[in-house]
């Protein structure tokens, strides 16, 4: 996961970083963002030639002040459907689930306020409602879901951040759960749960 998956949008102005080599670079006030000396450090760099060097929490903490803008979020990417799950276990108890995942799919994945759909490029749409979401994982480039009707579905984002969908997707999840008496959610994984 390279910086500008991390810093997606400027923790300043709120416009999106776009890659710059290994740094992130506002498209907005053009501020740079590169990794510091120190860990968990950034090198803020503004057009002026002014900066400092920040720790990588505070921006992100920066950047989630702007919120989820609320527009749809839409980007090309490749879907692997889980057809069977098998227990993993520990002596004797089930600790979790391996996924045995199907051929991999292009497409377009998009995010709307209700809904998060994934149209095949050869044309077949899958859509879920996103109070029907069982659980949300993120890895280091793919949001999975796991729909209503069981199973997992991982999409591989090609060319933006998972982080912004994880982001965008859980905070709406939350504002659907909480407008309909759900309550708080507490946790996305293993499964959604409220407090």
């Not at 505070?58 to 490749?78: K, P, R």
């Not at 951040?161 to 996305?188: M, T, V, Y």
């Amino acid at each position: 996961m390279g910086l500008v998956d991390l810093l997606y949008r400027c923790p300043f102005c709120g416009a999106d970083t776009l890659p710059d080599g290994e740094a992130a670079r506002c498209a907005g006030c053009e501020r740079s963002y590169v990794i510091g000396g120190g860990g968990g450090n950034v090198r803020v760099s503004r057009k002026d030639g002014g900066g400092a060097e920040l720790r990588l929490s505070a921006l992100i903490g920066g950047m989630e002040d702007w919120g989820d803008e609320g527009h749809a979020l839409e980007s090309s990417a490749v879907a692997r459907f889980a057809l069977k799950e098998w227990p993993v276990r520990y002596r004797d108890a089930v600790v979790g689930f391996f996924e045995e995942r199907g051929s991999k799919i292009a497409g377009t994945l998009r995010l709307g306020q209700r809904e998060i759909r994934f149209t095949e490029e050869a044309g077949p749409v899958h859509e879920w409602p996103l109070l029907d979401l069982t659980a949300v994982l993120t890895a280091s480039a793919a949001i999975q879901i796991s729909p209503p009707e069981g199973g997992l579905v991982s999409f591989r984002l090609i060319g933006d951040s998972p982080r912004r969908w994880d982001d965008s997707l859980k905070q709406r999840i939350r504002r659907l759960w909480h407008g309909a008496g759900r309550g708080e959610i507490r946790e996305f994984q293993p499964r959604i749960r409220a407090r």
